[in-house]
């Protein structure tokens, strides 16, 4: 969530409130289970408001809000479909003999895609390379 005024998050927290509340008037049991979703409204509250008043406002367990927060922000986030990375070879004028490479980098993401490098060229700027393949998005919340 983005950072909001008090009164922004006041009215934020008012409305989780709102949704909790007939939650729990159109429940079919007392004893089912808050929603996923409830849950993740009432975790990114706790970003604007201490968890204490998030949870008296919402009328859920201190504790269990807690512990799901410590879970939430632990857990990975699933990961992204990204474009499919394709083999690019960058053509070079030819050169005879070859010389052993002057530069070779191997790079790994997180997420097992790897990135190889290996050139003759003892001036190559890399860094918009690298920082586009290190920098793509592995995940999203």
């Keep these: 969530m983005k950072t909001l005024t008090p009164a922004h998050a006041e009215h ?5 409130a709102d949704r909790f509340d007939h939650w729990r008037q159109t429940r079919t049991t007392p004893a089912e289970p ?5 849950w ?3 975790i990114a509250l706790t970003a604007l408001v201490p968890i204490t008043r998030v ?3 919402l009328r859920v367990s201190g504790g269990e809000l807690k512990k799901r927060c410590a879970a939430h922000h632990a857990a ?15 053509p070079t004028a030819p050169v005879w003999p070859r010389p052993t ?5 191997e790079l790994h993401r997180p997420d097992g895609t790897r990135l190889r490098i290996a050139t003759h060229e003892t001036q190559l700027s890399l860094t918009a390379l ?8 592995v995940c999203c919340s």
């Design 130 to 137: 690298v920082r586009t393949f290190l920098e793509t998005p």
């Design 12 to 16: 934020h927290l008012t409305q989780v």
């Design 55 to 57: 949870a008296r406002r």
């Design 76 to 90: 990975p986030s699933p990961p992204v479909a990204t474009a499919a990375l394709d083999f690019v070879e960058v």
């Design 101 to 105: 490479a002057a530069m070779e980098i």
């Design 40 to 42: 993740e409204q009432a």
């Design 34 to 38: 808050i929603p996923p979703d409830l």
